[in-house]
């Protein structure tokens, strides 16, 4: 309901957010501050018809999309921190927020994939500072593969059960040829 609210009418979504975070400020259980924050990234993710229909890489410089590699790799090593200690890991509750923290992470690794993929078709027309934050990017994007690899069988273990629903991970090795996670 709060989400169709927002998507048809935008202008809900301050008050919305601020009422949200004003009741988790105020509030002293974890399991409300995680209800809040699990509804909070709802909120921010849903998405509004204002701005649907827009391809987010399309305005973008190679530049503007390195930097936003960046960006997008600082966040997926943020959220792979987010690990549930060993009482709290068979809470339903925190289970569920692992649900959603595993879809975010192969969101923004999808993210990250795609832009890569753009800027190794548009490399070739770039200069030198670009060249080299691409290459920081792709080393970068090795490591983080292997590190999702972990997470997801983290999660997996522990009983999340969108871990086991996933997809393999396409990683690109240091020799720059594409293989499976999984294999």
Not at 72 to 101: F, G, T
Not at 153 to 177: M, Q, W, Y
């Amino acid at each position: 309901m709060v989400y169709k609210c927002i998507r048809f009418s935008p202008s809900h979504l301050k008050p919305l957010v601020w009422s949200i975070s004003n009741r988790m400020y105020r509030t002293r259980y974890w399991v409300v501050a995680l209800k809040g924050l699990m509804l909070m990234h709802g909120v921010i993710n849903c998405k509004t018809y204002v701005g649907e229909g827009r391809d987010a890489h399309q305005v973008f410089g190679i530049m503007q999309e390195l930097v936003l590699l960046q960006k997008l790799q600082v966040l997926l090593d943020l959220l792979m921190q987010i690990k549930p200690l060993s009482n709290a890991a068979m809470v339903p509750l925190v289970l569920e927020a692992m649900d959603r923290i595993v879809i975010e992470i192969f969101d923004v690794y999808g993210e990250i994939c795609r832009g890569i993929a753009i800027v190794l078709m548009n490399i070739y027309s770039s200069g030198k500072v670009e060249a080299t934050m691409a290459l920081k990017i792709l080393q970068k994007a090795v490591i983080q593969g292997e590190q999702l690899s972990s997470y997801f069988e983290f999660c997996h273990d522990i009983g999340v059960l969108n871990a086991s629903k996933l997809p393999s991970i396409e990683r690109v090795p240091e020799d720059g040829t594409i293989t499976r996670a999984d294999n």
